[in-house]
Each structure stands twice: as C-alpha cells, then as structure tokens.
C-alpha cells in the first residue's frame, strides 16, 4: 500500500519561511514524477510545484516563482518543498502527490497517489 506523509507545516508570519517534506512508503518514488499542490478555503486544488524523477526538471507556479523550491532525494524516498518569502495568500493545505510517469503532471489526473496534506497558515 503506497503512503504519503506529508510534514512540516505550521504557522509563520509573512516573510518567513517553513519547509515541506512528503516521505513515501510501499512504493519507491525514484521513477516517478511528484507534485506539491495546495487548496484554500473556496479555491480549487493548484499544482504548486512538480519535479520530474531525476530532478532534471522541474515546474513552478507563477505565483511562487523564485519564493518556493521543490527538491528530491530518491535515496530517502522523500520529496522536499522549501517556501521563502512566504505571503497570507500562501495559506492553504498542502498535498503532496506521486505521479503516474517519470516525468510531472499539470493534471490532477496524473498522480497516482495523495497524501492526507498538511496546513499552512501566513499570519499578518
């Protein structure tokens, strides 16, 4: 049974900064593309940032461009997203999801699997 577990979020003040990590079980991530979406209250899910299976590419919403980054470590089985500079529009849950391919999704319908998310709230 494949497991997402998303971690590290919680409460910052706008300018902060906070670190996602999303560990994978029953399957190996090495061959797969993943993905870092967020929702908000009364928003659709977005995709934030997606990272291909070797880290060679990678993609970025216009909105956290240069503020966010998405990583990987195959070996840990783990996908990372670093947020800087973080805003009150950043507020959201963030879910992290593995792909169906090696290379990342701008569909919802292209990752396999979800993790259960994890809270992100930019206090003013």
């Known amino acids: 049974q494949v497991q997402l577990l998303e971690s590290g979020g919680g409460v910052v003040q706008v300018g902060g900064s906070l670190g996602l990590s999303c560990a994978a079980s029953?399957?190996?991530?090495?061959?797969?593309?993943m993905g870092w979406f967020r929702q908000s209250p009364g928003k659709e899910r977005e995709l934030v940032a997606a990272?291909?299976?070797?880290?060679?590419?990678?993609y970025y919403a216009g909105s956290v461009k240069g503020r966010f980054t998405i990583s990987r470590d195959n070996a840990k089985n783990t996908v990372y997203l670093q947020m800087d500079s973080l805003k009150p529009e950043d507020t959201a849950v963030y879910y992290c999801?593995?792909?169906?391919?090696?290379?990342?999704?701008?569909?919802?319908?292209?990752?396999?699997?979800w993790g259960q998310g994890t809270q992100v709230t930019v206090s003013s």
């Open positions: 999801a593995m792909g169906d391919s090696t290379s990342w999704s701008r569909r919802e319908n292209g990752y396999d699997y």
């Open positions: 990272i291909n299976w070797n880290g060679s590419g990678r």
């Open positions: 029953g399957r190996s991530i090495s061959t797969y593309g």
